[in-house]
């Protein structure tokens, strides 16, 4: 058995050495101060820190994260998302937010995959039509150019496209064509006729 002394698997083992690291404790360190620096107001922060408890590596497992007194029963996921983002400009370091922002891009139950919503029936797996990866990668871009004029176009084609449910010889052809996590080359969501099952067309399975 592939299995560390202490009985965890070794990936469980690495994964718990992360979250204790140095590297670790100095990023949540630093998220605590910029988030008191530029006053995140208190239901963003909490998502963000419920988003980065999701998995045994990351910088919150394991932590209690207090609800705000004054929080709607159930968060803009808009909102919440935007204000991310408007952290991220606030902050204005690309490293960090790089690496923050493919933290809350690893769950399915993180904000930003949520904002996709599930449409028809599950198959053999929820896929987001528009992959959240290339939204990140988008997000990112127009974080470097300082312009954010369209980031509410892009989320809400993102949310409406939505997720569907595909079957695995679907999600294969997809990686065969190299769009598991891409749009297909040439695709812009700015565009008016913008088809976001563009994927599907390419892979064939729509």
């Known amino acids: 058995m592939n299995e560390a002394p ?5 990936a469980s083992l690495k994964r718990e050495q992360k979250r204790f690291s140095a590297e670790t404790k100095d990023f949540r360190e630093r998220l605590e101060t910029l988030i008191k620096k530029y ?15 999701k998995k045994t590596d990351m ?5 209690r994260v207090a609800r705000p ?3 709607t029963s159930r968060s803009n996921l808009f909102s919440v998302v935007k204000g991310y983002v408007q952290f ?8 960090f937010s790089l690496n923050l922002i493919q933290m809350l891009n690893r769950q399915q139950g993180q904000v930003l995959r949520r904002l996709a919503k599930r449409h028809g029936n599950k198959k053999d797996i929820w896929d987001h039509v528009i ?26 084609l993102y949310s409406e496209a939505g997720q569907k449910g595909i079957t695995k010889a ?17 695709w812009n969501w ?11 067309v390419e892979a064939g399975i729509c």
Do not use: W
Not at 39 to 53: F, I, R
Not at 171 to 186: H, I, V
Not at 191 to 200: E, I, T
């Open 170 to 186: 679907e999600d294969a052809k997809l990686t065969q064509k190299g769009l598991r996590n891409n749009m297909p080359t040439g």
């Open 39 to 53: 006053e995140l107001s208190e239901e963003v922060a909490y998502h963000l820190k419920q988003d980065l408890k």
């Open 69 to 71: 007194k004054k929080m």
């Open 88 to 95: 991220l400009v606030s902050v204005a370091d690309e490293k």
């Open 59 to 63: 910088p919150f497992y394991g932590l």
């Open 131 to 156: 992959p959240t990866s290339y939204v990140v990668s988008e997000i990112m871009a127009m974080l470097k150019f300082g312009c954010l004029n369209d980031l509410e176009k892009l989320l809400r």
């Open 190 to 200: 700015r565009n008016q006729d913008a088809n976001p099952f563009a994927r599907y």
């Open 6 to 10: 202490t009985g965890q698997s070794k």
